[in-house]
Structures are given as C-alpha cells and as structure tokens.
C-alpha cells in the first residue's frame, strides 16, 4: 500500500503563482509513476502532468509552458509548480502514484481556486 498526502492548495488571483507538493510513503519501491491529476465540478477527473522515475514526464495540453512537475525521489515527494493561473484551473487536485504494475493511488485533494 501507498499513502499520498497533499498540500499546497489554496485561492489566487488570476496570473498567479502556487506550488503544491505531495508525499508518499508505504511500498515506495513500488511506485514508477507519480503526478497530478485535476477535478472541477461537474467535469471528469483529468491528468494534468505526471513524471516517471526515470524523470520522463508527461502533461495535458491545456497547462504546457505553465506548469512543471518535478520530483524529490530521496524525499518520496512530488511537486506541482503553477504559474500563469488561470480561472479554469480551478478544481481539486489529487496526487496520484502508479505503481509498476499500474496499481493507482490517490491523495485526498487539495482545492485550489482562481479568481479573475
């Protein structure tokens, strides 16, 4: 088993800046992949950037050039930097572990809200 935990979330003004940041702990060794995905109400669940542990990382279209993910393997942790925040960023983020054999794992969720 793996436990996530997250923090970071919060409200910005549009055009603003957060870092959320996640730890996991439990079969570390069990996980390759590690990022965020992102809830808004009344939306499905979608990915917004992942990183591999070989640091191959992956994002949605909608946050490229904006968002970077990164990863402290020594501190089992992960990273979302957001910048340029926009309001249709707003929603719940989740991390997410996947293990080598595609085994998911969710955080509980950290709101984060823009205004304009």
């Known amino acids: 088993q793996v436990q996530l935990v997250e923090s970071g979330g919060g409200l910005v003004q549009a055009g603003g800046s957060l870092r959320l940041s996640c730890v996991a702990s439990?079969?570390?060794?069990?996980?390759?992949?590690m990022g965020w995905y992102r809830q808004a109400p009344g939306k499905l669940r979608e990915l917004v950037a992942t990183?591999?542990?070989?640091?191959?990382?992956n994002y949605a279209d909608s946050v490229k050039g904006r968002f970077t993910v990164s990863r402290d393997n020594a501190k089992n942790m992960v990273y979302l930097q957001m910048n340029s925040l926009k309001p249709e960023d707003t929603a719940v983020y989740y991390c997410?572990?996947?293990?080598?054999?595609?085994?998911?794992?969710w955080g509980q969720g950290t709101q984060v809200t823009v205004s304009s």
């Open positions: 997410n572990a996947e293990s080598w054999v595609k085994q998911n794992y």
């Open positions: 990183v591999t542990r070989a640091d191959s990382t």
């Open positions: 439990g079969n570390i060794a069990s996980i390759n992949a």
